[in-house]
């Protein structure tokens, strides 16, 4: 089985553990992930006429116009750098919220389970063997639902600041060849420990 049809069956796997109720939050959480991200470069942005004053951002071969005067670029860039903070806490606020959900509902389809099962189908398993997948078991797959959405927010961050890093400096686009080989090289080390 190759990588690639490995990682598509985990995924589907994964998927599959997932309430559909949660689908909403989910794609909210990937909205404000998106938006954190944005409001990241955006503050970096404004972070280079308060470092280099004179100086102007080009973006796609536009200079951007920041309100003149030093007092109101360090306001923007409070402003913004807020408004980033913000942005941060609640994807993480709602990163928390997901995750318990997903522990909380997977405990709730175990038990179910449990008391469903034909008593015979029980009888050779012990106390401790039953507490392990109710404890243990459902503690990885949490973390593991945890991981997802942290590389969710990786790569979110990552792909919008490399858009926003090419379109300040278009000749990065040279780079695309040396980071897809990056990145190949990445899932197949990824991809080979696992």
């Known amino acids: 089985m190759t990588a690639i049809r490995r990682m598509r069956v985990a995924l ?7 309430v559909p109720a949660d689908m ?16 990241g470069s955006v503050v970096a942005v404004c972070l280079l006429p308060l470092v280099q004053p004179g100086h102007s951002v080009q973006l796609a071969g536009y200079r951007l116009a920041l ?8 306001c923007l860039f409070i402003a913004v750098s807020l408004l980033f903070a ?22 709730a389809r175990v038990h ?28 990885i797959a949490t ?5 997802v959405l942290q590389l969710l927010v990786a790569a979110i961050t990552a792909l919008v600041s490399v858009c ?6 278009p ?17 197949r080390f990824s991809s080979s420990r696992a």
């Open 12 to 18: 589907h796997q994964f998927a599959s553990t997932l």
């Open 67 to 74: 309100p003149g005067g030093l007092a109101m670029q360090a």
């Open 112 to 139: 179910a389970a449990l008391i469903d099962a034909p008593l015979p189908a029980l009888s050779g398993a012990s106390s401790a063997e039953i507490a392990n997948v109710l404890t243990y078991n459902i503690e």
């Open 143 to 147: 973390q593991g639902f945890s991981a």
């Open 171 to 187: 000749v990065l686009l040279i780079t695309t060849p040396l980071l897809a080989v990056l990145a190949g090289l990445g899932l």
């Open 86 to 107: 913000v942005l941060r806490w609640q994807s993480a606020r709602l990163a928390a919220q997901l995750t318990s959900r997903y522990a909380i509902g997977l405990r």
């Open 24 to 39: 909403p939050m989910i794609a909210l959480y990937v909205a404000l992930s998106l938006a954190a991200a944005l409001a």
């Open 164 to 169: 926003i890093a090419v379109l300040i400096a």
